[in-house]
């Protein structure tokens, strides 16, 4: 009865711990935001490039890596202005209304906002009808990140 009791805590710790982590605002894959990309290189030099753990900070419960100093500075001046949308999560995805994890390749700047999207071919699906995804994700992006 014992080992019924166990593991039936267990169990549920599991699916708690799950659904937890899966409710949070920022995407972190390897610990960092962004899989440890550099959100600001995005912006000013239109490509994907991984940060440094030497300049690193910790915002909205995550941890961001830069490529350099002067990328964290601009980060750390208006972190909402780099941050990806809808906290790093697929666009696509939550524009379908489910958080999906993101490959930081895969990625547009749309009016001066970052989307990411789970990777190159789905990025494809995300740029077909762009605007009308932005306008639904926006939507449902309130009731996902809670």
């Not at 605002?25 to 440094?52: H, L, P, Q, T």
Request: aromatic share 14%; glycine share 6%; hydrophobic share 35%.
């Amino acid at each position: 009865m014992k080992s019924k009791i166990h593991l039936i805590i267990g169990f549920a710790l599991m699916v708690s711990t799950q659904s937890f982590s899966q409710n949070k605002n920022i995407f972190s894959g390897d610990d960092c935001a962004i899989r440890g990309y550099d959100a600001v290189a995005y912006f000013v030099e239109d490509k994907a490039i991984k940060g440094s753990k030497e300049f690193s900070y910790k915002w909205d419960e995550a941890n961001w890596l830069f490529k350099s100093k002067e990328n964290l500075n601009l980060f750390m001046a208006n972190p909402e202005k780099y941050a990806p949308q809808y906290g790093g999560y697929c666009a696509y995805g939550v524009s379908e209304n489910h958080q999906s994890p993101t490959n930081p390749e895969a990625f547009t700047i749309v009016n001066d906002k970052l989307y990411l999207n789970y990777n190159l071919k789905v990025k494809d699906m995300w740029m077909k009808n762009q605007q009308e995804r932005i306008l639904k994700a926006d939507t449902l992006w309130v009731g996902l990140k809670n």
